[in-house]
């Protein structure tokens, strides 16, 4: 299924493109503080994120995996992503996001998550999510945690490149 439009309250979600590299690389991409806890690590280069952008612009059309911008209705600005891809080690969709550091703890985050969870529960019939975050990022625990997902075990990730290993905190959700 083509990856759709959201919109809540405040946010709207909508399909990336590799015309949103300046302000994706500039918002979040490049900054050290956001990418500290992910897999991806800091893009050193607009072209990194044009890369991203391109895969993702390609996989708007799978049925696995689904990422949104997330943009402040209000201003316009594009601040962040997130979204859902199946995961086959847990046997159901991990929600993942990322945000522009100007916009964390306003609760935009776990809005537009809402809304993800919403659409992969009511369009697609997804009851079944996976969620986790590195132990030394509660403020991610507590999106999941309002998002109603609910604490599994303890366990690790890795950066995509291999060069990081997190120690995290696994949650689940049935819906």
Same mark, same amino acid.
């Given at each position: 299924?083509?990856?759709? @439009? ?5 946010? %709207?979600l909508?399909?990336?493109?590799? $015309?949103?590299?300046?302000?994706? /690389?500039? $918002?979040w ?8 806890f992910m897999? !991806? ?11 991203? %952008?391109a895969?993702?612009?390609?996989? @708007? ?5 689904y990422?949104w911008?997330f943009v +402040?209705?209000e201003?316009g ?5 997130g979204?859902?891809? !199946?995961s086959?080690p ?6 993942? /996001?990322?945000?522009a550091?100007?916009y ?7 809005e ?6 919403d659409? $992969?529960?009511?369009t ?13 990022n509660? $403020? ?10 609910? !604490?599994?075990k303890d366990g +690790? /990730?890795?950066?995509?490149d291999? @060069? ?7 949650y689940?959700l049935?819906?």
């Amino acid at each position: 299924m083509l990856t759709p @439009t959201l919109e809540t309250v405040r946010v %709207l979600l909508r399909p990336l493109t590799v $015309a949103d590299a300046e302000t994706a /690389y500039n $918002a979040w991409t490049s900054d050290p503080e956001v990418a500290r806890f992910m897999r !991806y690590s800091t893009h050193a280069s607009l072209k990194n994120t044009q890369e991203w %952008l391109a895969l993702e612009e390609q996989n @708007t059309l799978t049925d696995t995996n689904y990422t949104w911008g997330f943009v +402040l209705k209000e201003t316009g600005a594009l601040f962040g992503s997130g979204g859902i891809n !199946y995961s086959e080690p847990h046997g159901a969709f991990e929600l993942g /996001y990322n945000i522009a550091r100007p916009y964390w703890g306003r609760g935009l985050t776990t809005e537009a998550c809402r809304a993800i969870l919403d659409f $992969a529960a009511q369009t697609l019939g997804v009851r079944e999510f996976f969620s986790c975050h590195s132990k030394d990022n509660p $403020a991610s625990g507590r999106v999941l945690e309002k998002l109603g997902f609910v !604490y599994q075990k303890d366990g +690790l /990730y890795k950066s995509f490149d291999g @060069t990081r290993t997190f120690d995290a905190r696994e949650y689940s959700l049935s819906m």
